[in-house]
């Protein structure tokens, strides 16, 4: 589940934005706030297809994007690995009707702090883990509305298209998650992989603003 903000100026950005429902916060900084997303896989060595799911439109914050099932960690559960795992296996529960019984099945895949020019903010852990056999996403209706299963690239198309609303963070991963051809590719590539952490920049240009990530033009700046 994440957490629902009061209603934000949307701010005008020349790429995609953080989230909607976001506003920049040029001169402060929010402490971020722990959570825990997973990237549930299926295909086995055939495929890779990935679960997307919608939050309800009428949400306050990221009303009708398409994300990965995730949110933020209990304020009593602390801030450390079994806590983000925590937080991801009932989040993935709660938005998703789908139930991994184990922890440890979860794989570390990477690491997302939000720009600290962005007010509301998540130190979030994105995990792989394979969906039980034959699972089949059940949605709330009320946080989340809609539940598919996309190839990477498919689901990239699809924001091209404008069939998808897809945030920065998620954009990203399924780049990423493209290159690979079938789930079990991804996980023994992931399995044991050293984790850096992420952390974006909203770069102003003028009226506008951009996110840049670490070794992008500007990021340094």
Request: glycine residues 8%; aromatic residues 8%.
């Amino acid at each position: 589940m994440q957490p629902d903000e009061e209603a934000d100026e949307e701010a005008d950005v020349s790429a995609d934005p953080p989230a909607v429902g976001q506003e920049f916060h040029f001169g402060g900084r929010t402490e971020p706030r722990p959570a825990g997303t997973v990237i549930l896989l299926r295909g086995g060595a055939e495929a890779l297809e990935l679960l997307l799911v919608q939050r309800n439109p009428s949400a306050r914050f990221m009303g009708g994007a398409w994300v990965f099932p995730g949110g933020a960690v209990e304020r009593t559960e602390g801030n450390d690995d079994a806590a983000h795992r925590a937080a991801a296996i009932r989040e993935l529960e709660e938005e998703a009707g789908i139930t991994i019984a184990d922890p440890q099945q979860l794989i570390p895949y990477s690491h997302w702090i939000t720009p600290a020019e962005v007010k509301t903010r998540f130190d979030t852990w994105f995990y792989l883990a394979q969906a039980p056999p034959g699972a089949q996403a059940r949605v709330d209706g009320s946080e989340v509305v809609d539940a598919r299963w996309y190839e990477p690239a498919s689901a990239l198309a699809a924001r091209e298209r404008g069939d998808l609303f897809l945030v920065f963070p998620t954009i990203k991963h399924l780049q990423q998650l493209s290159a690979f051809s079938t789930a079990d590719e991804l996980l023994a590539y992931a399995v044991g992989r050293e984790i850096h952490a992420v952390q974006p920049r909203v770069v102003r240009q003028g009226e506008t603003a951009r996110i840049v990530l670490p070794g992008e033009p500007g990021y340094e700046d």
